[in-house]
């Protein structure tokens, strides 16, 4: 399973991660691209796995207004 964005510690975040079932574990996966190609934190949005990809569309950025992007993050 993977997850990406939503809240930690109240703070809204960009970051991707993966739960490992047979480990029982959650893994932070780092992008391997810089700051400048990666969606900004955000909580909200919509997320679906597509093949090998997990696209993300929209949801709120830190000061709650409404955001309409699309990402492509390739697993």
Known sequence: MII?????????TNSVFR???NENRWENI???????MSPSPRAGHSAALHGNNMII????????????????FDT
Request: aromatic fraction near 18%.
């Open 57 to 72: 569309f929209g949801g709120r950025d830190e000061d709650n207004a409404k955001l309409n992007d699309l990402w492509i």
């Open 19 to 21: 739960f490992i079932f």
């Open 4 to 12: 990406f964005g939503g809240f930690i510690n109240g703070e809204r």
């Open 30 to 36: 780092t992008p391997n691209n810089n700051e400048l």
